[in-house]
């Protein structure tokens, strides 16, 4: 089945991939093109829209990027966003100026009354808040557009010519700050491109077997299973797609949470392919040993992951195809749309040096994460694998601060346990982003019934972000942090005092280490 397309033109702004993604939870199939694109590329993928996105220029340049006119006859419907609204208008001749004084350049939200009889706002209340970001002020609109919507500082913060399907809005429909922005990019997409919704992922799912097996045949497939969301749902796939043809590849390096290695190694039982599990602990413990250097930690797992999984591949033998699990950010952000991305596992290590492979499967490297874990509810895996909150690569073993032991993993692995188990039964884990212990290398006095003690301290971490870039401390209410911390105290030993980290990021990292 071939979906519908919308082309997300990208002309460099910072909320390009939200655009796609907002299109994407409307069902419909859209992809991120560079503007650079050659107009008969574009034209081939038979687009029943387009959107402009924003970016950092200014049209009135000569340098700055522009649209073929050509793409305004064919009929296409297009909406621009900011400043893709202001290409529409200096294209169509219209004129975009600087804005001369403060007062028409808008940042930051808005009051913003919008034209209900236009298309792109049917259905909305007539006024709300919208993000704005522009400098510049389209200073006349071009010939055949009407204006749909303005602020106090701005006539014309939205543009449209319904006959020819041209519409355009200063602000930013796809950013949350934008009240009712997704309904306005569900309306471009259904009132006005007559999108039928037919991007889902359960049709995706039987899309996506199909061509594994066109594409694999009677071929060999070779897989490195980390037991995170992308490598999982990919071995799901191709475990439903060419079932004993995969080999799956898990090395277990012992510094998973509780009970993990199982839980991965229990999902996919369903399936009958090759599960190789590779219980590489004590080779990972003997490298480690006396490292404390956060970096060299890094370097050496990443480099041991790749050993380990180049031994288990020569065992195998020659495989037609190494598949990875890639995601469409990744895609987006090599900059073509079309380069290939080799994602080394666990972003630290780098590819395989020895494994003998003719070509490279990447099953996911269209979807978006929210899709990925979408496809893995299809495919059947459990919650507690879709949904799995971002776990380092380096596992624990950054979560024990300075050097490793077996006994102190061990340690950590229990607080976190409880510490995760708490916050699920208080539900407090669902407004969280990301949560974890950590063992510090600091140990103090306490007392414990009659006797002293000295042992460790433990850190609680808990953040809320949408991008990991930046991040706030979680406010988890005290009598939750108070149940973790007692439950801790009494059910693991050789910790008996807990902070709880009330650091964002910056200036502190989500990590300690
Ligand atoms: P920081 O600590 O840099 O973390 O604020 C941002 C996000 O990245 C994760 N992280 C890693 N993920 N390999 C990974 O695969 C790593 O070496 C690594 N270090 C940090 C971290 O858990 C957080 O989600």
Redesign the pocket.
């Known amino acids: 089945m071939s979906h519908q397309t919308v082309i997300v033109l990208d002309f460099g702004g910072q909320y390009n991939q939200l655009i796609a993604r907002r299109v994407r939870e409307c069902n419909v199939y859209c992809e991120v093109k560079p503007c650079t694109t050659p107009l008969a590329e574009l034209r081939a993928m038979d687009p029943i829209g387009i959107i402009f996105t924003g970016g950092p220029n200014s049209v009135y340049l000569d340098t700055s990027p522009r649209v073929d006119p050509e793409i305004f006859t064919w009929g296409i419907p297009i909406l621009g966003i900011c400043y893709g609204c202001q290409l529409i208008a200096h294209t169509l001749g219209g004129q975009v100026t600087e804005a001369q004084d403060d007062s028409a350049r808008e940042y930051g939200k808005t009051v913003t009354c919008y034209d209900t009889s236009c298309k792109l706002f049917k259905g909305l209340p007539d006024q709300g808040i919208s993000w704005m970001s522009h400098g510049d002020y389209m200073a006349k609109v071009p010939a055949g557009f009407s204006l749909t919507a303005r602020s106090d500082a701005c006539p014309n913060v939205a543009i449209a010519d319904e006959s020819r399907g041209f519409y355009g809005v200063q602000f930013h429909p796809e950013v949350n700050h934008t009240e009712h922005g997704t309904d306005m990019i569900r309306n471009f997409l259904y009132e006005i491109c007559g999108a039928a919704g037919d991007w889902t992922m359960e049709d995706y799912k039987c899309t996506a077997i199909d061509a594994i097996r066109k594409k694999v045949g009677s071929g060999r497939v070779l897989l490195a299973l980390s037991g995170?969301v992308d490598s999982s749902v990919v071995a799901a796939l191709l475990a439903e797609a060419i079932g004993r043809q995969l080999t799956c590849v898990f090395v277990d390096h012992g510094l998973m949470r509780l009970n993990e290695g199982d839980e991965v190694e229990a999902a996919f039982a369903k399936w009958d392919l090759h599960f190789v599990r590779v219980d590489a602990e004590s080779r990972f413990l003997l490298k480690l040993a006396g490292v404390s250097e956060p970096e060299h930690k890094?370097k050496i797992i990443?480099e041991e992951f790749i050993r380990v999984f180049e031994e288990e591949a020569r065992k195998i033998g020659a495989v037609d195809f190494l598949a990875q699990g890639t995601i469409y950010p990744d895609v987006i952000e090599s900059g073509t749309g079309s380069a290939a991305v080799i994602k080394s596992h666990?972003?630290?290590g780098g590819l395989p040096d020895y494994v003998d492979f003719k070509e490279i499967l990447e099953p996911l490297r269209m979807l978006f994460k929210d899709e990925v874990r979408q496809l893995g509810r299809e495919l059947g895996l459990p919650e507690y694998l879709v949904s799995r909150?971002?776990?380092?690569?380096?596992g624990l073993a950054?979560r024990v601060i300075g050097d490793l032991t077996k006994d102190k993993l061990d340690t950590l692995r229990l607080a976190d346990f409880v510490f995760r188990d708490e916050l699920s039964q208080s539900g407090e884990d669902r407004c969280l982003?990301?949560y974890?212990a950590v063992l510090t290398n600091t140990r103090s006095v306490g007392v414990m019934g009659d006797g002293r003690t000295y042992d460790y301290t433990l850190a609680l971490r808990a953040v809320t972000?949408s991008d990991?870039?930046t991040?706030d401390w979680a406010r988890i209410p005290y009598d939750v942090l108070d149940r973790i911390s007692t439950r801790i105290v009494n059910e693991v030993p050789g910790i008996n005092r807990i902070v709880y980290d009330i650091t964002s990021?910056p200036p502190?990292?989500?990590?300690?280490?």
């Open positions: 995170g890094r990443g666990h972003n630290v909150q971002p776990f380092p690569g380096p950054i982003s990301q974890f972000t990991f870039m991040a990021k502190s990292t989500i990590e300690w280490e």
